[in-house]
């Protein structure tokens, strides 16, 4: 079964490397969302935190030999869904970012971890679990 | 441009409905990977919170009406990039999930807000921003 998408906007930054997760970043930018989507950003202010999703577009097509990695920061080999590595079986990243300024469909944006060019998937509202929320949970 | 995605699994419980996100939803089940992947998860352990990618498969094409929606539980209409709808220019929901336990390529999970035989795209760890992260960054 084969999932169809296409970018709904692309990224834009002027450093020739990002740091490599966007915990960690303070690289500022803009993502310019399609004219298209125009009123589906209305309720995204200066000061919000979004996800986006984003595809890693320079990434070579996943093979088994990458199931399990070596992430750059960790000195231990970590199964790939443990990961942020843009090497994984589909190509989406997602990194948190916080809205500086809207300017119609032009976000400046800090936190960047993503290469400049790179096609957005999706941006939504950045939530955290609930106190508590898991707790209730009983692990076996 | 067109993004080409592939499944890497199946979400399966026993509901008829779910609540309408994850942070509200005590629902469980279970997510089957594909075997090809088994070595990926081998660092997800019960306890763990985890982001999964999944794909809407159920949502209708998105249109230019569906840009400023209504959400069920709100007052007032919102753009779709201020929501979690299903409705949205690329089909890909996210849910935070907790692990309950782990059977080879079998995880059983807590929180679930998508349907029975959704297809799952991929599995991230879920992490939060660092305190103080975003308050470096002056918005304009």
Not at 37 to 42: N, P, S, T, V
């Amino acid at each position: 079964m084969k999932i169809v998408m296409e970018p709904i906007g692309i990224v834009h930054h002027n450093k020739e490397s990002v740091p490599r997760h966007w915990s960690i970043s303070d690289v500022r930018g803009s993502l310019e969302i399609d004219r298209n989507y125009l009123e589906g950003l209305r309720d995204i202010h200066p000061g919000d935190l979004i996800v986006v999703l984003f595809c890693f577009h320079k990434s070579a097509p996943f093979s088994d030999r990458l199931l399990v990695q070596n992430p750059p920061h960790c000195n231990e080999a970590k199964g790939v869904f443990s990961t942020c590595s843009p090497r994984r079986p589909n190509p989406i990243g997602l990194s948190v970012l916080k809205v500086l300024k809207m300017n119609e469909n032009i976000m400046e944006v800090a936190g960047l971890d993503m290469l400049d060019g790179t096609h957005i998937l999706d941006i939504k509202p950045h939530m955290v679990p609930p106190d508590g929320w898991d707790e209730s949970f009983s692990i076996s």
